[in-house]
């Protein structure tokens, strides 16, 4: 065991803190463990932080006002705060592994034990905020400075336990490449021997691994590694992977957060692997969300009104640019596009920003059934079609004031009803 001096106590939010004091405090041994102190070191934010304590499910739920069981067998609960959930996990040490991922019991010991169980030596780390210092038992730390993706103890064994663990891998390697990390060796030539295990893990497990791949600062790093260790099938079927679209996918996501102003989801990335691997179903091969579905019918149906976007009506263009999935297609096209398509991409988006900002992209409608109703008008398939007639009217700028919308109702009243 090492350990290493550090000053990370402010960097713990308030609910964290005050979880750990009240455990300490009640006699238990507990840390933060995990991802959270991996980034700590690397001057990283943490996204969520996670905690091992000797504390039983029991023992928590005592100290704890509200808690919730997502895995007693396995010692771990969730401790509910108003800032924050948290979860919280007993030391373990895990029995044998009989079907390739999960393990058929836990035995409940150290905090040496429960390290050397983790699956790579980054992500085994334990930091104790009382004493001001990170523990180390399985050698992380001088992994981390040396940029090594390192299983704990020997890889295959690692492997041959959880078969995930080698996307997992992969995921890593994806975020952190930029960082200069690279997978170690051992690892790599595990994976290669034992690639074919990939079946023994649920399309389930394989979309959420895909999807942090994905969304990633490198996918590209990720894709590459899928293909040389032998997992793309295992993923992806027998798509044909073209090693010169793969830098795309880093772009996309820059692209469409700048352009948008929002983060990008799997959707996006969904649509663009379907339209850059040939023969990709993405249905057939992941457990899709219900807007990643969407987004891989819809947006191959929006990509040619992109390309045929100046022959659109102002109101055409209008209602285009409020499409739900326009941005995630818009930035597919531009991320492939040159010369003069993406000048014309260009324009496109100067239309929707301008139009934005002077309140004429998507005005609030003029009139609606009530206000039909009250001029005579029936409830029926005609009363939609006379809705959107107004409103084309008023998306094409052709009316804009309400009492305007009215008087020409009343004009044509007759010759819609009738028709």
Request: charged share 30%.
């Amino acid at each position: 065991m090492r350990t290493h001096r550090v000053d990370w106590y402010h960097h713990l939010p308030p609910h964290v803190k005050g979880i750990l004091t009240t455990l300490q405090s009640a006699g238990f041994e507990s840390y933060v463990v995990g991802g959270s102190v991996r980034d700590l070191w690397l001057g990283l934010k943490p996204k969520d932080f996670d905690l091992a304590s000797s504390a039983t499910p029991e023992e928590i739920e005592k100290l704890f006002a509200r808690t919730e069981d997502v895995g007693r067998q396995f010692g771990i609960m969730i401790v509910v705060t108003e800032e924050g959930s948290v979860e919280v996990a007993r030391f373990r040490a895990d029995a044998e592994y009989k079907d390739g991922r999960h393990p058929t019991g836990v035995v409940f010991s150290s905090p040496e034990e429960d390290a050397k169980r983790r699956d790579f030596t980054i992500n085994a780390l334990f930091y104790d905020p009382t004493k001001g210092e990170v523990i180390d038992y399985v050698g992380g730390i001088e992994d981390i400075e040396a940029c090594s993706i390192r299983c704990v103890g020997d890889a295959k064994h690692r492997i041959e336990e959880d078969s995930l663990r080698m996307l997992r891998a992969v995921r890593f390697h994806a975020q952190f490449a930029q960082s200069g990390f690279a997978l170690d060796r051992n690892l790599i030539d595990a994976v290669c021997a034992l690639h074919e295990r990939l079946a023994l893990v649920s399309r389930e497990r394989i979309t959420q691994e895909l999807s942090k791949i994905f969304l990633s600062p490198r996918p590209s790093i990720g894709l590459f590694d899928l293909v040389q260790m032998e997992l793309w099938e295992g993923v992806f079927g027998k798509a044909v992977p073209n090693s010169g679209t793969f830098n795309r996918f880093d772009s996309i996501g820059p692209l469409f957060l700048s352009q948008f102003q929002r983060e990008p989801g799997l959707p996006l990335y969904v649509a663009a692997a379907a339209r850059w691997l040939s023969g990709w179903e993405p249905e057939k091969s992941l457990v899709l969300t219900k807007d990643a579905k969407a987004a891989a019918l819809a947006i191959p149906k929006v990509l040619p009104k992109l390309a045929n976007y100046q022959q659109l009506s102002l109101a055409e263009k209008k209602l285009f640019l409020n499409e739900r999935f326009y941005p995630e297609a818009w930035a597919v096209l531009f991320s492939e596009s040159s010369g003069q398509a993406v000048d014309a991409l260009h324009a496109m988006e100067l239309d929707r920003l301008r139009w934005h900002a002077e309140k004429r992209l998507d005005p609030p409608a003029l009139v609606n059934g009530t206000d039909l109703i009250a001029l005579g008008f029936s409830p029926g398939p005609d009363m939609k079609k006379i809705l959107e007639e107004i409103r084309m009217a008023q998306l094409n700028e052709e009316i804009d004031d309400k009492q305007e919308a009215i008087e020409i109702l009343k004009k044509r009243k007759k010759s819609w009803i009738s028709a």
